[in-house]
Structures are given as structure tokens and as C-alpha cells.
């Protein structure tokens, strides 16, 4: 889906991507479909990598619109863009839902569009963490575990066996999830610290 937005105030960078085994011309296609819709006041250019584990697309958006209005999209114009792009590559034949990383379980931090030319050309010089681990991000991954909790739970008060099944699949769904396995990751530690100060106990007669 929408993986990265990088500003480098002239133009905005945009990654559109989809999972291995999508086709690379329908993923262009719909890039191309969503450009149309939400990119048609400003000037853009897009490209296609088909090389790599995911097929996605870069564009390069002109800040300025034709009327002089500076693109500034925020979280509500974000969400909307991955529906666009969603509904897009639905039109095709491609099952797609626009949900955010948090509520997939994904930390990843995608690099900007510069970062991955540098890299390429080898001028690349600062790196920077694979996972987001700022405040927002552990905030935005706290509220998406919660509100899978609060799916499961009334899930697993339903009268149906499949959507007791379905809570138990939450259930484990959230064990995985990094802001669950970031909390649980304290209490491992004092749980081994714990352990480690107990006596030794010879059961041997």
C-alpha cells in the first residue's frame, strides 16, 4: 500500500507497494489510476520496480499545484490514498484493503525515494533504524493492539464457534504484534532476573 511519504520541499516522494507474487503491471496500473485522482492539480513523475521483493512504484510529486496550492496531506489524506489505491487495484482483480501498518502487526520504516537513489549510487552515509520506534509510532502500535483486544473479546463472547475461532486467531495475532512483544519484553527480563536469584536445589537423594 502507501509505504512512504517523504518531503524534500519541492517535491513530495510517494511508494506505492503490494506484496510478492502481485502482478508489477497491475500495481502500475493502479499507481497510475491513483495518480489521476489524487495527483491531478500537480505535476508527477513515477517509476516502476518490479526487481525486488515487492513490486512497488515511486512517484515524485511537484509540491506546488498548477494553481500555486502546496500539497500538505495529513493523516486523514494519507488514509484516503490507500483507499484510492485500494479500490484501484481491486478494479483489477487484486484483493486489497487500505489498513495501516499498525493494525498489520508492521513496524517497518521505509526510506524516501533519496535515500534509496544514494544508497544505489553508493553515497549513502547515515542509516537509519528498519522499524519505527518513536513515541507516535508506539502510541499508534499501543491503540492497535487494543483495539484488536477489543475485536477478540467480543469475538470470544459469540455464540458461534467460527467467531471463537476468530478470537482465538486474534489471540495469537496479538501475542505477535511488536508493541505487545515490546511490552511483554521487561517482564521476560525480570522474570529471568528473578529466576537467576533463586537457590540452586540438589534433588538428588
Do not use: C
Request: glycine letters at 6%; proline letters at 4%; aromatic letters at 4%.
Amino acid at each position: 500500500m502507501i509505504d512512504d511519504i517523504g518531503d524534500r520541499r519541492e517535491a513530495f516522494n510517494i511508494m506505492l507497494s503490494m506484496p510478492h507474487g502481485t502482478d508489477p503491471l497491475i500495481v502500475q496500473k493502479a499507481a497510475r489510476e491513483f495518480a489521476q485522482i489524487e495527483l491531478a492539480e500537480h505535476k508527477y513523475v513515477m517509476v516502476l520496480h518490479d526487481h525486488q521483493a515487492n513490486p512497488h512504484v515511486h512517484i515524485s510529486v511537484r509540491a506546488e499545484s498548477k494553481h500555486g496550492k502546496r500539497l500538505n496531506p495529513r493523516k486523514a489524506d494519507l488514509h484516503r490514498w490507500r483507499e484510492t489505491f485500494a479500490e484501484k487495484l481491486r478494479g483489477h482483480g487484486v484483493e486489497a484493503e487500505a489498513t495501516r501498518q499498525a493494525t498489520r502487526g508492521r513496524t517497518r520504516n521505509f526510506d524516501p525515494l533519496w535515500r534509496l537513489k544514494a544508497r544505489e549510487d553508493g553515497r549513502l552515509r547515515t542509516s537509519r533504524a528498519g522499524a519505527k520506534s518513536g513515541a507516535q509510532a508506539q502510541a499508534t502500535q499501543t491503540e492497535a493492539v487494543e483495539a484488536w483486544m477489543h475485536v477478540g473479546r467480543a469475538l470470544a463472547m459469540s455464540g458461534s464457534e467460527a467467531d471463537r475461532d476468530l478470537a482465538r486467531s486474534i489471540a495469537a495475532f496479538i501475542k505477535e504484534m511488536p508493541a505487545t512483544q515490546a511490552l511483554a519484553a521487561p517482564e521476560r527480563a525480570a522474570e529471568t532476573e528473578r529466576t537467576q536469584k533463586l537457590p540452586d536445589v540438589d534433588m538428588r537423594r
